[in-house]
């Protein structure tokens, strides 16, 4: 599909950082950005949302870390990367260069991490705002994921809230594994973060009928992909159901326009385009065209006006 | 030990993401060769480059590409060779002349070519054979000599045989017997090994090793075509990768599709794929330690 | 495929009842067994899960009551049947006539209401036991889920384990939007459950381009399908992992011997086809039979030695 | 007020599933007609039934069947007409002559049968006309002198027009005009109900509901196929249900695969398809209470 000049005003914002594009690509799903520049122009996206980025650089797991399952799949990469001073020297530096936005995911082990990497990030040239990947074991806790605790997920939330360059807004990834995505959106809304990124993948397992072993590596894994879309659309309803004023970054099996219209609908202000660039590298591009599309046929003027709608007609 | 190889090179021009004409099909053994009417990619690809379907059509639940190989690239036509494996290669080995394929490429990165003349050896096993015959070409092209070793379980999943016997001199095994000598291809390799100035090789990954073994052992440089489970096949998964010493001397996980699949045979440690071995970067951070 | 002499012993138990196939229907997706027979022979398969019932009988929500979502579906039928009454009165007669096994779900919103249920089951002739569900609002806690709190339901379970008739397998039906499955799996076995079935549905919600609303008249859904196998394999995985030694009864996505297989692996003793029976309805006889091919091309002489397998060698 | 019809009984025999082969395919204005040699569903078939067909192949992510209404069953063949609505009938109407596909049927309950020679009325929407084939030549040999009234939106989505016309009288009407007279089948149903003994019809809910009420204020019996939104289609999951009226005058909410999809138009209430009226058996137990 080509550009079409539909006339809607695309515009959106992370928090108080406004952006041209609703739609960014996905954490962990287009590596750096740079990889997909044949694809996309990467400058007329939303931002790239970079790889989850720890203190130290990491291999990531042993293979297999991907099986293929119906309408998704499994991956347990175990955020393979160069660590933050590799990221700072090379990859964003590339990004601003070129005048990308980097929404840069951070991720770590303990809250002390978090916030180190926050402050790593201050003034950044070409960094927009972080997004925290709080799926990740808590080594205080037993391995606890974070964001399976409203507690430690605030706690690393209003540590990096503190540091974080005052300019750069501060979103919250949430994990659907949970019993009550609210309450965890609100822990970490009341901790200072000033959007909420949702979905990140559901806990799933593959076994391999052959060797009648898990056939990953990290034995459970990542589940992502259109099979887990009406997952994510009901957590994006919940959530600005219940905080219709906390902008939401949705994701989670956004294929096509009209996928994303949904979330818009549901609540969410952007959009992430995650495993869908596997099948279709320039899906991030094709996405924003087709939603700007639909979003005109429609009748909407501006994005910002879809925002949450079928919560309105609820009334 | 210094390595005999250096990495692969980046390839010169970017892919392109085009739905492209099936203008050929036929059975080819147990496989099926398709010819796709794509200009774009036959332009672009360099051998040991390989491309990525979309599998299944509108309604498809498979949401991931499949990798394969480029065989011969010219003319404004790019043909592969498709072993009906699993659902969706099966649906591939399908398509039928007219139908349309949704396709990315030509993706990773190509044999390096040796000095002018170097006297060389092709090794393929099963559909991996046809991997070859753009380099094969490319190689006589640049006035090597040279060997090919085609090998198969069975006479069925030889390929590419006749192609490459117009390029160079070759050698076919089958494990059964049912075409060729009885035997590995590593048999065969032993014995012509010894005329070859380079090595290069596809194929299942026992088969690579084996090669590369025998490649380094006896001095010669070798470069090898991975076949690792791809999710993206561009470069922004991290699923492909494998253990690979690079020019620093350390070993890093690598994308096989982006700085793949051709590596360096003595560059893949190949008995540590699908192990985290403690002297990968950043092995440290996921708590493995020096034994 | 048409039946093999595997010479694989696929006789299993639900708790102390043995039963021939350790393929059941699922809850919800067979009625209550009389429309599969033009498709199956009813009194081979291990059971028809009868539809959730509850005492009175139901009409069930407003239409759309589904939503065909990627590998998978929606569905809010909001336990559309007879009740109590209607069930020991026409259905499970039906059944006990021709010798079909009736593996019973009961449903309520209280805890008492699942009581009286049991009460009411025992001794009826042609039950083989009870499946609660507990993925029911508990009216007594805003309508919290029973199976999102293990104390809500735990008390289920030991009220329909106390009066429940002795000779009757209880088991729990579990839900997986909870963020720690093996406590909601310690807790009713504790509480006296016999077994474990699960998964039942993930809540999802899919929202209609074109009406701009979610699609289902209940909102939201229950996911079932191929898409959330993985889920439910994780889950299987967690449990067994941790009470080896609790049957369990799996379910989620099983479309094939080979994904049913998958479940054995992860610890299943006996499984459920639920979706997959829409689209093949001859789907549970026909998953027993590629169970049996796959469990003797694994050479395995009975199903009992292949459960949770896939443990068994990680040690 | 009682009703004029009785529920549609039972189909005499029990459904199949099976994989056939298309034996014919043709485009039926903006349909495609599929023929199926499928001899134990044709067998069985009865006017109004209808069957399903898993859609997308091997690896299809589009998991439900989707239900088609059966038009003609005869010499061991099924016909059906399929419009392209979305993926699943779009694959449907892309099938080929020679390809396999996987149905099952007959489903559903047919059209009962007027006493002989009862002249009837059958009016048809879109491609339900198609539907409307079987039931016609029935009733045309049981000695009813039959009128049909064809309509559609445009020339394009009209059906079974020729087919029609050897069999019965037929009036056909577009909402454009591009073909028959301009406006709805409502209009021309008018000036024919008073010829009617009995009215049947097949075509989208609004026509379905106009027909019938026009049917039942002039006193005349109507059987009506009702479309809805079906995951099985046989009886197990629950979700197709309308409110229909039973025999005892209580409203209860009907599967319209098994119970239907024919329908007496006097027992469909219509106008409370999608809501939970309080007065539905078991409503109280939803909390709907009596206003
Ligand atoms: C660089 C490269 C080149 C290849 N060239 C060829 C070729 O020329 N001809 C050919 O027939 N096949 C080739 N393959 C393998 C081909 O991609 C797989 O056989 C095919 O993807 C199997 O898919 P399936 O759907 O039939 O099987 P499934 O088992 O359903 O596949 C499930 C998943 O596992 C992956 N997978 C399964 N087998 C392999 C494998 N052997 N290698 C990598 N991934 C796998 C699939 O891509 C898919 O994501 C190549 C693979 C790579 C990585
Ligand atoms: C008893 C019966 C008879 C039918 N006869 C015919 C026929 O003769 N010819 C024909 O072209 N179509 C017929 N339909 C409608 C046909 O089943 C749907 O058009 C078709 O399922 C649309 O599917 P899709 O994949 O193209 O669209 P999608 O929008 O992708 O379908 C998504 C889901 O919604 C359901 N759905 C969508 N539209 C309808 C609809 N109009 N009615 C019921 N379910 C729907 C589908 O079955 C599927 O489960 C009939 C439906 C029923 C219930
Ligand atoms: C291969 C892969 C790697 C991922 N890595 C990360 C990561 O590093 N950090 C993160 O927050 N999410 C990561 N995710 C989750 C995605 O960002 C996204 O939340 C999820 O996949 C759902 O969206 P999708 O269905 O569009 O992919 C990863 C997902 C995949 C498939
Ligand atoms: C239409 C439908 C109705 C269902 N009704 C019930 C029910 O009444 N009681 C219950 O415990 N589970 C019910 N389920 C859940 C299934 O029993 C099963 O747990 C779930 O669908 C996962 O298995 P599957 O993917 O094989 O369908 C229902 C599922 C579907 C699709
Ligand atoms: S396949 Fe995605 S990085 Fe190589
Ligand atoms: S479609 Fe399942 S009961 Fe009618």
Known sequence: MTAVDTAVDMSTALGAAPIPSPVLTASGCSANGAELEPFVDLTAIGAVVTKSVQLRPRSGRPTPRMAETPSGMLNSIGLQGPGIDGLLADDLPWLAERGVRAFVSIAGTRVEDFAELAQRLRGVPGVLGLEVNISCPNVESRGEVFACDPVAASDVVSAVRAVADPAHPVYAKLSPDVTDIVSVARAVTDAGADGLSMINTLLGLVIDPDTMRPVLGG?????????????????????????????????????TGLDALQ??????????????????PSAVARVHEELAVALAQRGFASLRDAVGFAHREAA | MTPLTTPAPRAARPPVQRVVRVAGRRPVGDYVELTLAAPEIAERAEPGQFV?????????GLLLRRSIAIATARDGEVSVVVSAAGPGSTWLTERQVGDTVDVVGPLGRRYPMPPPGTPALVVGGGYGSAALLGLTAALRDAGSAVVAVVGAATAGRLCSVDDLGELAEVVVTTDDGSAGQRGWVTDAVARVIGRAGIVYACGPMGMLRAVAEQATAAGVPSYVAVEESMACGIGVCMTCVLPVVGED???????????????????????????????VVGADAMGVVQP
């Open chain 1, 219 to 255: 034995v459970t894994g990542g589940l992502s992909g259109p099979a887990i879309r009406p997952v994510a659309l009901r957590c994006v309803w919940q959530v600005h159901r219940a905080l219709p004023h906390v902008p939401i970054l949705g994701m989670g099996g956004i294929r």
């Open chain 2, 52 to 60: 990525a379907f979309a599998v299944g059509g509108p309604t498809s």
């Open chain 2, 249 to 279: 001397g350390r070993t890093r996980f690598s994308r096989s599709c982006t700085e793949g699949p051709v590596f360096g045979g003595d560059r893949v440690r190949f008995a540590d794929v699908g192990t985290l071995p403690w002297d």
């Open chain 1, 263 to 280: 979330f818009v609908l549901a609540g969410a202000s952007a959009v992430s385009v995650g495993t869908a660039v596997f099948h279709d």
